[in-house]
């Protein structure tokens, strides 16, 4: 079984429409992220909810909505995409405390034309 | 802010060879972690240092953690081309909730 599994793996979408991410963990975490890889792979942290609250939110355009139903989801949803949405989308889990590593799903690649 | 610097951001070596990756940050932290990415694949956890002087060995890969020069080293041995990857370290900030990742390591082993 997938630990951290996102869907879908690839998104290709038109300037100005809008899409979601899904992402669920089954290793009882209870922190989940969103992270953006760009083109030269540098990875960027976008939210990071605990239990279900939000408890980071970076300086990200409002267009990007994470929401989280309950602690094993956290799915991202965009509004009005844009070029330079396009990029690597990876989701990720964390056990509870620090001094754990993080298990990251296999990415979700978006690509906006 | 946190900022996790990595040297070099690429590395091209033969098989055979020896060779570190260095990772600085720029605040206090005693909690590191080092990632591996193969192309279009996700990232695999690959050791975490948790202490200062914390050593660890996988194989032909050795991190190590010196906290007061806020450096973390990986060591490749006798590289081989199986090791061909993106390596990241990742620092945990004060807070304990996020992870702050360098630009990662592009290493291809040549034969």
């Known amino acids: 079984d997938t630990a951290v599994s996102q869907t879908p793996k690839y998104l290709v979408t038109q300037m100005g429409n809008d899409k979601s991410i899904k992402c669920e963990q089954n290793?009882?975490?209870?922190?989940m992220y969103w992270y953006k890889q760009d083109s030269k792979k540098f990875l960027k942290i976008m939210f990071s909810y605990n239990n279900k609250e939000l408890i980071i939110n970076e300086t990200v355009p409002n267009r990007f909505s994470p929401k989280s139903p309950d602690k094993a989801h956290l799915n991202l949803h965009i509004n009005s995409l844009e070029l330079g949405d396009s990029a690597v989308y990876f989701c990720a889990s964390r056990g509870q405390g620090a001094r754990v590593e993080a298990f990251f799903g296999q990415g979700t690649r978006l690509t906006v034309v | 802010e946190l900022k996790v610097e990595q040297n070099p951001l690429f590395l091209s070596m033969q098989e055979g060879k020896n060779y570190t990756i260095y990772c600085n940050y720029s605040?206090?932290?005693?909690?590191l972690y080092w990632y591996r990415q193969d192309p279009g694949k996700s990232l695999e956890s690959l050791f975490v240092?948790?202490?200062?002087?914390a050593v660890k060995q996988e194989g032909r890969l050795m991190a190590s953690l010196d906290t007061k020069a806020r450096l973390s080293t990986l060591h490749i041995t006798a590289a081989v081309h199986d090791l061909s990857a993106t390596y990241f370290c990742?620092?945990?900030?004060?807070?304990?909730?996020?992870?702050?990742f360098g630009e990662g390591t592009q290493l291809t082993v040549n034969p």
């Open positions: 240092l948790l202490s200062n002087g």
């Open positions: 990742a620092v945990e900030g004060a807070s304990g909730s996020r992870l702050t």
């Open positions: 290793l009882g975490h209870d922190t």
């Open positions: 605040t206090t932290s005693d909690r």
